[in-house]
């Protein structure tokens, strides 16, 4: 019998419409679509901005959670280059003030954070933020070292998975001690302005609060 392809822009075209009109799992998306050397962009809803500006190519999303993609990979890219090993202790680039746990002498090690199995909760238990739609905002560094310095780990590090905001972001705050800037800087530095990623910061320049999606929750 005759098979006839979906022509792939349909078919990335009925996703988004499916994601946005039938699963109302956001007001709009945009995804990218790389074909060799040829790349397209879909659309479909809308930014919910006060501007309502049309969703496009450089529209700008709060990425959330896929940071820690960013971490991994400047952390991948410091091994490369020989500045850190996926053994060495985080305790190794850390002030002595931060007492990092451990588990009878077993030492939480970079690739430990990393996989999430450091041991270490996926919140720290001080974590009371002011503001609740900007969370991590007035969580300081003291606050960090302070948790680490009272917490007994349950489990040696590297034989128990745990998903960990906490670990990963301990892991990006070693990694920029280590390189002796900040970690906007480490990720601008060493992965934004390879790849030309000019619209991919921490904090916001005035074009890209203007292109700015606004974020939703499930309600």
Request: proline share 6%; net charge negative; hydrophobic share 40%.
């Amino acid at each position: 019998r005759a098979w006839t392809q979906v022509p792939a822009e349909e078919s990335v075209s009925a996703i988004l419409r499916d994601r946005v009109d039938v699963g109302r799992e956001s007001l709009g998306l945009v995804a990218g679509v790389l074909d060799g050397d040829r790349r397209s962009v879909f659309t479909h809803g809308q930014s919910g901005f006060e501007n309502n500006r049309p969703l496009d190519a450089d529209t700008v999303f709060e990425i959330g959670s896929i940071t820690k993609v960013f971490t991994a990979l400047l952390f991948a890219d410091m091994v490369v280059r020989g500045e850190v090993s996926p053994d060495d202790p985080v305790s190794k680039f850390l002030p002595r003030e931060a007492q990092v746990p451990d588990f009878y002498g077993n030492p939480i090690k970079l690739r430990d954070l990393a996989t999430y199995t450091s041991g270490l909760p996926r919140m720290p238990s001080n974590f009371r933020p002011a503001d609740k739609s900007n969370p991590y905002a007035d969580y300081t560094v003291a606050q960090l070292y302070d948790f680490l310095s009272g917490y007994k780990l349950s489990f040696a590090p590297g034989t128990h998975y745990e998903y960990a905001n906490l670990g990963f972001g301990l892991l990006g705050h070693a990694l920029a001690l280590r390189a002796g800037m900040s970690y906007e800087e480490l990720v601008v530095s060493r992965i934004c302005a390879p790849l030309g990623m000019e619209s991919t910061r921490i904090a916001l320049t005035p074009s890209m609060k203007e292109r700015l999606a606004r974020g939703h929750d499930a309600s």
